[in-house]
């Protein structure tokens, strides 16, 4: 270059930059690769199954293992109440919705780690993989709640003093999306903090389990002493689990209180987790 000539600025067509320093969730972006959340969720979807001889029979078997493990453990030996319900059809109301939220939690927990070969390669909003996580997570809590119906039937042939309201099916997917919120808000979290801290990853299954033992899954929330049920408060999954049991099947459900505390504390772990999620895509592939 010769001296004293000026030097060409180089412009270019499309920047790609944070839309601010502080929070640099772009939507409209999500938005607009919403095709490609279809593509992750169909790959999730084919090849958890791909190679397997059982298939989606998996989302029947597992929770009706559990949900007889829990029968003998926690009904019988333990000799928990069941709220009034059949003690199975108790279980696995608990049990299909906790299974949707540990899904979302542990999978959007390695978003980075798991997709780092793609993410080094081709942008996009990182933010499309997690909520490809979401929906194919839903897949198997529907598949489920055809099992739960096909459970409430036989239970009602049993036992025809059994409560079932129909019209308690319009709040399902309210509560679904409660859950997904939530799982997707804290999974975030979880995976911008293993991009610095790898180890966190095998801290994540003990966790989910000790919130489980934490949550009304096997034992109702009714029976729960009146000096504790401040700490269910500062539980967002309780709220659904209970709800769920109480517009199907007329149990006693939750006070309001703690509805708006979970339902707060849902919105909270959703803001921060997009908030740490966003701003730690930026850096991860440098680290990871």
Same mark, same amino acid.
């Given at each position: 270059? #010769?001296? @004293? /000539? !000026? ?8 920047? *790609? ?5 502080? =929070?640099? %969730? ?55 109440? #069941?709220? @009034? /319900? !059949? ?8 049990? *299909? ?5 540990? =899904?979302? %939690? ?183």
């Amino acid at each position: 270059m #010769s001296k @004293g /000539l !000026p030097v060409k600025k180089e412009s270019w067509e499309i920047v *790609i930059a944070p839309r601010s320093k502080v =929070f640099a %969730l772009d939507l409209g972006s999500v938005w607009r690769y919403r095709d490609l959340i279809f593509m992750f969720f169909k790959r999730d979807f084919v090849t958890t199954y791909k190679q397997t001889i059982l298939g989606p029979l998996w989302y029947i078997i597992q929770p009706i293992a559990t949900a007889l493990t829990y029968y003998v453990i926690f009904g019988k030996i333990a000799n928990l109440s #069941s709220d @009034g /319900l !059949p003690p199975l059809l108790f279980y696995m109301s608990g049990i *299909i919705l906790w299974t949707y939220f540990s =899904f979302c %939690l542990t999978s959007n927990s390695e978003v980075f780690s798991k997709n780092s070969s793609l993410f080094s390669k081709v942008y996009f909003p990182r933010l499309v993989v997690p909520i490809s996580v979401i929906m194919s997570g839903m897949v198997a809590l529907g598949i489920q709640f055809f099992l739960l119906a096909a459970l409430t039937l036989t239970s009602w042939l049993n036992d025809n003093s059994l409560v079932f309201h129909l019209q308690g099916i319009l709040f399902i997917p309210l509560i679904v999306l409660h859950i997904a919120l939530l799982g997707l808000g804290v999974g975030l979290i979880v995976s911008a903090m293993t991009v610095r801290f790898r180890d966190l990853v095998f801290a994540v299954g003990f966790f989910t389990q000790l919130w489980m033992y934490g949550t009304p899954v096997v034992y109702p929330y009714s029976q729960i002493p009146v000096k504790y049920q401040w700490f269910f408060h500062f539980n967002p999954m309780t709220a659904p689990i209970e709800t769920l049991r109480s517009v199907l099947f007329g149990t006693q459900g939750v006070p309001a209180s703690v509805w708006m505390a979970n339902l707060g504390i849902t919105l909270f772990l959703l803001f921060l987790g997009t908030l740490v999620f966003t701003r730690a895509e930026s850096s991860a592939m440098d680290t990871v």
